[in-house]
């Protein structure tokens, strides 16, 4: 399917994507060659089988838009694309016969991509006649690995949310944890399934995961930590209203409702659309989108955080900013600044996380 369908890709853009990919995998520059030879050695070819189930399709719009470098025609060149109903040109009865024959034939070995939320209530979400949870059940029992891709297929989503008119559930919660792989995100980020794939090629397992089922390699840690606007939050330089200088100027944006300091992902360092620029890169915050309990836990997206973790302590925007501001000025530093706030009462201890935090 995928030599009809997509161009080839540069050699310079294909060493740019491995380059992007071993940074993504935490690895240093020496395995770029390696990475290069897994990509490019593609004899095994793993079969892969990707299901749109209650979905809007932006996952799949968004993977097979990603160019500069062109992530899909990378990985659609690197596996054996045998069913997605977004390109495919069979359709009915053909088109089913391709997966009753993958799962039937190659048990085991094939790799199958879930996209969007599983209903559970009848006649919710059908493919062929079949309740999308009949389906989703047929089709991972044999498979190598389950990826459930973004938000909906990993957590519930934005069709997970209040009130949930059709009891929909992520993935794991039909078919069970042992095999799945989340790659949360609202559409997940082309180079997420590109390094999870990578991974496996490489090692010939699945990555190690935190406790949502996420890779570690990708969700553990924080936009915050890798915030290229960190430093206005530790300085105490706040944007106060969209469409200033300051927003221009890298300020915070904590107190525009930026999600950062609750989030855990690799956004700061890959980045959207080949790395030009992300959500916080362009002037908005980051609205959480890769985290268990979003979108409910973090809407209004552009209200405060109740509260902010900074170090052991947990406290405000306008106590941070108060805090380290005056402590700029004395030339404190950071342990300094968290004794100060819970000396003078601003925070608290811990008393658990509100969202989600990778192990
Ligand atoms: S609050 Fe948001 S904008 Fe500010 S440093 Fe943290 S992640 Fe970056
Ligand atoms: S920066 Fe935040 S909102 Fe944007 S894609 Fe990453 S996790 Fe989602």
């Given at each position: 399917m995928s030599r009809e369908l997509f161009h080839e890709i540069s050699?310079?853009?294909?060493?740019?994507?491995?380059?992007?990919v071993t940074a993504a995998l935490g690895l240093s520059e020496s395995f770029i060659p390696r990475v290069a030879e897994a990509l490019?050695?593609?004899?095994?070819?793993?079969?892969?089988?990707?299901?749109?189930?209650?979905?809007?399709?932006?996952c799949s719009t968004s993977f097979l838009n990603s160019d500069a470098p062109d992530i899909a025609n990378v990985v659609l060149n690197i596996l054996s694309v045998r069913y997605h109903e977004t390109i495919m040109a069979?359709?009915?009865?053909?088109?089913?016969?391709?997966?009753?024959?993958?799962?039937?034939n190659e048990a085991g070995k094939y790799i199958v991509v879930i996209e969007g939320v599983i209903p559970t209530k009848p006649g919710y979400g059908m493919i062929a006649g079949k309740q999308?949870?009949?389906?989703?059940?047929?089709?991972?029992?044999?498979?190598?690995?389950?990826?459930?891709?973004?938000?909906?297929?990993?957590?519930?989503?934005?069709p997970g949310a209040s009130p949930n008119p059709g009891g929909v559930k992520p993935v794991s919660e039909i078919i069970g944890k042992e095999k799945v792989v989340n790659l949360p995100g609202c559409p997940a980020n082309p180079i997420w399934l590109l390094s999870t794939v990578t991974n496996y090629l490489l090692y010939k397992s699945l990555p190690r995961l935190d406790r949502y089922g996420r890779p570690l390699f990708i969700y553990e840690q924080s936009v915050h930590d890798n915030c290229p606007r960190r430093a206005s939050f530790d300085e105490g330089r706040y944007v106060e209203r969209f469409g200033q200088p300051e927003e221009k100027a890298d300020y915070c944006l904590v107190k525009m409702g930026c999600k950062g300091p609750e989030?855990?992902?690799?956004?700061?360092?890959?980045?959207?659309?080949?790395?030009?620029?992300?959500?916080?890169?362009?002037?908005?915050?980051?609205?959480?989108?890769?985290?268990?309990?979003w979108p409910d836990q973090f809407s209004p997206f552009y209200d405060r955080l109740p509260d902010i973790k900074l170090g052991s302590v947990r406290t405000t925007a306008d106590t941070v900013g108060a805090v380290l501001g005056a402590a700029t000025v004395v030339g404190l530093g950071a342990h300094a600044v968290v004794s100060v706030i819970q000396g003078k009462g601003f925070g608290k201890h811990d008393a658990g996380e509100k969202t989600s935090k990778s192990e």
């Open positions: 050699r310079r853009d294909f060493l740019k994507l491995c380059a992007t490019a050695a593609s004899a095994a070819k793993p079969p892969l089988l990707w299901l749109e189930m209650g979905s809007c399709s932006g069979a359709q009915g009865e053909m088109a089913e016969k391709v997966i009753e024959d993958t799962v039937k999308m949870a009949d389906v989703l059940k047929e089709v991972s029992g044999k498979a190598l690995a389950v990826l459930a891709v973004g938000s909906c297929a990993s957590f519930g989503g934005i989030t855990y992902s690799n956004c700061p360092q890959v980045r959207w659309n080949g790395g030009k620029n992300w959500c916080i890169g362009s002037g908005a915050g980051c609205i959480g989108c890769v985290e268990p309990n």
